[in-house]
Structures are given as structure tokens and as C-alpha cells.
């Protein structure tokens, strides 16, 4: 497709169980991001990958959150123990970089993940 | 590290007025990119506007324009001859090298018809 895919579109859980959270970017991209949104609120940063370069991490809230990426490729955003408190929308964006002279992010649609 | 304030949580207009929203940033960059991000409650962000800090020319995009002031580290939004699918949650950010993408907190604007 043409832009940011992310799948499921909306993921309901049992507090204590794992989920995974998937985002597929535009082709070419080097740059993706994920964020958390909690309602009403603005983008909570949680991880930035860029190319080969080591993740940028410094935005997980804690140890049950990570998140991989292959290559350029399909990121997958794992959340373990859920927790009330992770119910959010998860979004994930994509960009060139300001290498590629089109530093803009694009974003997903989100995923919305409800823990009860 | 970079950060950018965006100091009016929530704004309102009335329909067909002009509104501008207020975005502040700090950075020891002189080469970088500014952004406005659009997110209405489908929860879809869009991009807006974008500005390269060498260039003096303000951006433009029909309704929208923005007011760069490099020297005064601002970049503000304004939006003319508003309507109702203008009301939504704006972001400014903040872009340098490869470096993340820096969000403010978002104005939640409402378009009153």
C-alpha cells in the first residue's frame, strides 16, 4: 500500500496477557516511530529507529514494552503483562529522513488498545 | 536536546474567522525543519505545513500559512476563513538531521459554527 499500515486497527485484552502490535511503513522508508496517545492527550514518544543506527529506546516506560524492527522493514511493537494503564492508541509513523529532503512523518491510523 | 512549547491547550473561533496558534522551540541547530500536524477526531494525523529554517519565505498551503521567526525561535499557524473541519487537535514539531521527530502538546482548536 502507499502509506502506514497498522495492524490490528483496535486490540481488546485480559490484564497480564501479551500483545503485539504491528506496523508495516512506506517502502523506502529508513525512519519509524512509535508513539502512545492516551485519550485526549498529545504523542507520548516511545522508540525511534533510524537505518542500521541503534534504536533510540529513551521513551519505554518500562521493561515490558519493546519493540524490533527488521531491517527497513515491518516494526512490531510488543507490550508483555498488560496493564490497565497501557489502554491507549498506539501510532506508528514512518519518514526519509531529512537526508532524503522529505523529513516529514507519516503517520498510521493507530492501533487502540483497550486492556480490561 | 531540542524541545518545542506549544503554550494555548485549547482555542476556539467562530466559523470563517482567522485563528493562529502559537508554537515556541528550542535548538542550537541553524539547519532544521518545522511541522504542523493536523489530527481530527478520526485520530488520522496529517501532516500540514512544513518549514525549512533556511528558508526566509513563509510556507503557504491555501487556508493555512505560518509566521517563522528564527531568530525568535517561533513558528506559528494560521489557519483563514476557518471552517468546521478545522476543529482538531494541532502539533507542532520539530525535525533535525536524524534526529526524532520532537512533538509539542498540541491546541485543541473548535470551530464554532
Known amino acids: 500500500g502507499a502509506g502506514v499500515s497498522q495492524s490490528p486497527s483496535n486490540k481488546v485484552t485480559e490484564k497480564g496477557k501479551d500483545v503485539e502490535l504491528r506496523c508495516d511503513p512506506i517502502?523506502?522508508?529508513?525512519?519509524l516511530y512509535w508513539y502512545r496517545q492516551r485519550l485526549g492527550q498529545g504523542l507520548e514518544f516511545l522508540i525511534y529507529?533510524?537505518?542500521?543506527?541503534?534504536?533510540?529506546k529513551s521513551g519505554l516506560p518500562s521493561d515490558r514494552f519493546s519493540a524490533e524492527r527488521t531491517g527497513e522493514s515491518v516494526s512490531t511493537l510488543t507490550i508483555q503483562r498488560t496493564q490497565q494503564e497501557d489502554s491507549a492508541v498506539y501510532l506508528c509513523a514512518s519518514s526519509l529522513g531529512t537526508g532524503g529532503g522529505e523529513p516529514e512523518a507519516f503517520f498510521g491510523q493507530g492501533t487502540r488498545l483497550t486492556v480490561v | 536536546a531540542q524541545t518545542v512549547t506549544q503554550s494555548q491547550p485549547e482555542m476556539s473561533v467562530q466559523e470563517a474567522e482567522t485563528v493562529t496558534l502559537s508554537c515556541t522551540y528550542d535548538?542550537?541547530?541553524?539547519?532544521?525543519?518545522l511541522f504542523w500536524y493536523k489530527q481530527p477526531p478520526s485520530r488520522q494525523m496529517i501532516l500540514v505545513i512544513r518549514?525549512?529554517?533556511?528558508?526566509?519565505q513563509n510556507a503557504t498551503e491555501n487556508r493555512f500559512s505560518v509566521n517563522f521567526q528564527k531568530a525568535a525561535k517561533s513558528f506559528s499557524l494560521k489557519i483563514s476563513d476557518s471552517q468546521l473541519g478545522d476543529t482538531a487537535m494541532y502539533f507542532c514539531?520539530?525535525?533535525?538531521?536524524?534526529?526524532?521527530?520532537?512533538f509539542g502538546t498540541g491546541t485543541r482548536l473548535t470551530i464554532i459554527p
Open positions: 535548538t542550537s541547530e541553524s539547519n532544521y525543519y
Open positions: 517502502s523506502g522508508h529508513t525512519a
Open positions: 518549514q525549512e529554517a533556511y528558508k526566509q
Open positions: 529507529f533510524q537505518g542500521n543506527s541503534a534504536p533510540d
Open positions: 514539531a520539530f525535525n533535525f538531521g536524524n534526529e526524532k521527530l520532537t
